[in-house]
């Protein structure tokens, strides 16, 4: 049986929004200015959401309602490059007051208090549904129990007829929506914003999904503001619109009986033409150059800040956790393991083969130099060869991968997704993508030399079977194994090697896939400057070190 306090919990959690006991929330815009680049999309407007209620916000395309519900959502900050704004957004509560007369309120500032319905839903792929969920409550619904939070995400998918038993990416539209909108309200925000909820879709699926945000909010009563174009279908369930009109830069209320009338109201879509723009091969090839300097001044901020990143300050050290076993499944994992180890393979049979299958005046030299050769081959593998594949293999196939996971988080709008649950994705997924590399590069270079010396004495062996496996260990090892300690000569320059190219691997990969995305084709080029730059990043680091490691050797 659950405690009291479990039971308390897990009442908070699952608390509806009809509100017996709970405060109210209003937004209110105070002197609203908004611009995108150089084009004013809203000056000066001053309006209220009012509590409980559901709130259409019109508008052409491109008129600037999905940066508004961004502001909305504390999406973009006012120093943002592209979107400026002035003005407040603030949320206030309307909670009843018992010295008050019947039917007055006390007006209390609150906390942003606001969850994100997205278009795309943003769902978290490597997650189930019940841990979409969850995320959400562990970093909303602090101090409640663990076991509350699990049986509070269970009932509220329950009701919402969200299905538990496949993977998110296999889900229906339908169940995928129902899901996001669970993540939503699942902590008690008190605001749903919803993102073009019907966008795309036919007018018998738009009128299902009406249908679902209207169910939804009459049973958890939030104040629900909808971003959208589709009047024909949601107006219905709305109790206010307002328009956002493009002529006068302002949001019109739109009396109710002007609604069938919408479509004269809203006009034609703003010309978003620029004048003087610049032939297009000279603005890429400036838009080329200052995203090369950016990105260089960027990286180097990232790599002096990585002391900072380098903390786990998670809001919830579970999910911490849990997204640095995954991304440590993406850098060392399975594939990632058998990637080096092959190559690595070839290395070593190669590296060994090679040095006495092209010695010159081989048939005199070698019973000189033999002892040597197997001393160089060992000395080289460790120290140099083996590492630098290995590192190289992995900013080719593990930044690949990591940015390319990153990179279509931003375009499904999955790391807006976390921030509006209060989840930093600088710090639920950038630190765990450090500690992957930190970890992974070693131990993926340590898996590849071990394989590269076991094929070199695999190809030693076939060509000199007499001295045996004893007199190739002896003398591959000999310029490795101290005369004192555990570890081979040479382990501390190559371990601050490898976790500096780790940490300029993971720094690489995060920047290039964090970076706005607005296509598909945007991962892919972000994907490949990952390739290029950590690897030419990983061959600087070994040729740095080349410099000063083996003249310390001398």
Not at 6 to 25: C, I, K, R, Y
Not at 283 to 296: D, E, R, T, Y
Not at 447 to 461: D, E, H, I, M
Not at 476 to 496: A, D, N
Request: charged share 15%; proline share 4%; glycine share 8%.
């Amino acid at each position: 049986m659950e405690s009291s306090s479990e039971q308390n919990a897990n009442s908070e959690v699952t608390a509806e929004g009809s509100g017996a006991g709970h405060s109210q929330t209003e937004v209110q815009l105070r002197g609203l200015t908004v611009c995108a680049d150089e084009r004013i999309l809203l000056e000066n407007v001053s309006t209220v959401f009012r509590a409980g209620e559901l709130t259409l916000i019109l508008g052409c395309s491109g008129v600037g309602k999905s940066v508004l519900l961004r502001i909305l959502a504390g999406l973009t900050g006012r120093d943002h490059s592209a979107i400026r704004f002035t003005g407040d957004v603030l949320f206030r509560k309307q909670q009843s007051n018992g010295r008050q007369g019947a039917g007055e309120s006390a007006d209390l500032p609150s906390e942003r208090d606001v969850a994100v319905v997205f278009q795309s839903f943003a769902l978290l792929d490597e997650l189930s549904p019940m841990e979409n969920v969850l995320i959400a409550l562990d970093h909303q619904a602090a101090g409640t129990a663990r076991k509350a939070r699990n049986s509070a995400a269970a009932e509220l998918l329950k009701q919402l007829r969200v299905p538990t038993d496949r993977a998110v990416a296999v889900m229906s539209g339908g169940q995928q929506q129902r899901l996001a909108i669970a993540r939503a309200i699942a902590p008690g925000n008190q605001v749903i914003l919803y993102d073009e909820p019907t966008s795309g879709l036919d007018i018998l699926t738009a009128k299902a999904v009406a249908s679902l945000i209207h169910d939804t909010h009459q049973k958890y009563r939030r104040t629900s503001i909808v971003v959208t174009h589709d009047y024909a279908t949601l107006a219905a369930i709305a109790d206010r619109i307002l328009l956002l009109n493009h002529h006068t830069q302002t949001l019109e209320d739109v009396p109710r009986k002007a609604w069938d009338r919408l479509m004269l109201q809203l006009g034609d879509p703003p010309d978003m033409s620029v004048a003087g723009v610049p032939s297009a091969w000279w603005k890429s090839l400036c838009a080329w150059g200052i995203g090369v300097l950016s990105s260089s001044g960027r990286f180097a901020q990232d790599m002096l800040e990585l002391p900072l990143t380098i903390l786990p300050i998670w809001k919830s050290v579970f999910w911490g956790l849990r997204y640095t076993r995954y991304y440590l499944g993406l850098v060392a994992g399975p594939s990632a393991c058998l990637y080096v180890a092959v190559a690595c393979l070839i290395l070593g049979y190669v590296a060994q083969d090679f040095v006495f299958r092209y010695l010159p005046f081989r048939q005199f030299s070698e019973p000189l130099l033999t002892e040597n050769l197997l001393h160089a081959t060992g000395f080289s593998l460790f120290r140099f060869l083996a590492p630098i594949l290995s590192t190289l293999l992995i900013a080719a196939r593990s930044g690949a991968a990591v940015a390319a996971d990153v990179g279509s988080k931003v375009y499904g709008s999955q790391l807006d997704a976390l921030s509006s649950l209060g989840a930093k994705p600088d710090r639920v997924l950038r630190t765990p993508i450090l500690y992957a590399f930190l970890v992974g590069t070693p131990l993926l270079s340590l898996l590849g030399y071990f394989t590269a010396a076991v094929s070199a004495a695999f190809a030693f062996l076939l060509t000199h079977p007499e001295p045996g496996l004893a007199f190739w260990d002896a003398h591959f090892h000999k310029e490795l194994i101290p005369q004192t300690g555990v570890f081979y000569r040479g382990t501390g320059w190559l371990t601050i090697k490898l976790l500096l190219c780790g940490a300029g691997i993971a720094v690489i990969a995060w920047r290039q896939g964090s970076s706005p995305k607005l296509s598909s084709e945007q991962i892919s080029r972000g994907v490949t400057r990952t390739i290029l730059w950590s690897t030419l990043f990983v061959l600087s680091i070994h040729f740095l070190f080349s410099l000063y490691e083996f003249e310390a050797k001398k």
